[in-house]
């Protein structure tokens, strides 16, 4: 599940529908287009305050589970907020390449 989980994530940018599909050169005018339906709705700004949320769950998350998985806790929680430079791969990853269980 976890490698499935993964292999998703690194496949929606490579889709035609995702990010890299937009070169870097017409980031800004998407991003100026998001902010403007941002503003004029509420399921958008919603869904990107989810996103954000979710995000910074899953970064406290993965700090909590290295813990667990036997990681100091500095160690763990620099692997926690690395999540967060990869908002979707980052916890994907480390669910995919995390250490089993110490029993």
Do not use: H
Not at 44 to 67: E, G, H, P, R
Not at 73 to 91: C, D, E, R
Request: charge should be negative; charged fraction near 15%; glycine fraction near 6%.
């Amino acid at each position: 599940f976890n490698v499935g989980l993964l292999l998703l994530a690194l496949y929606y940018p490579l889709s035609s529908s995702g990010l890299a599909a937009s070169s870097l050169d017409q980031l800004p005018q998407a991003w100026e287009s998001f902010v403007e339906v941002a503003k004029g709705s509420q399921f958008v700004s919603t869904s990107s305050m989810d996103f954000v949320i979710f995000n910074c769950m899953i970064a406290l998350l993965v700090a909590q589970d290295a813990k667990v998985r036997g990681d100091e806790p500095t160690k763990a929680n620099l692997i926690g907020l690395s999540t967060l430079l990869l908002p979707v791969w980052g916890g994907a990853l480390y669910c995919a390449l995390r250490p089993s269980l110490k029993e």
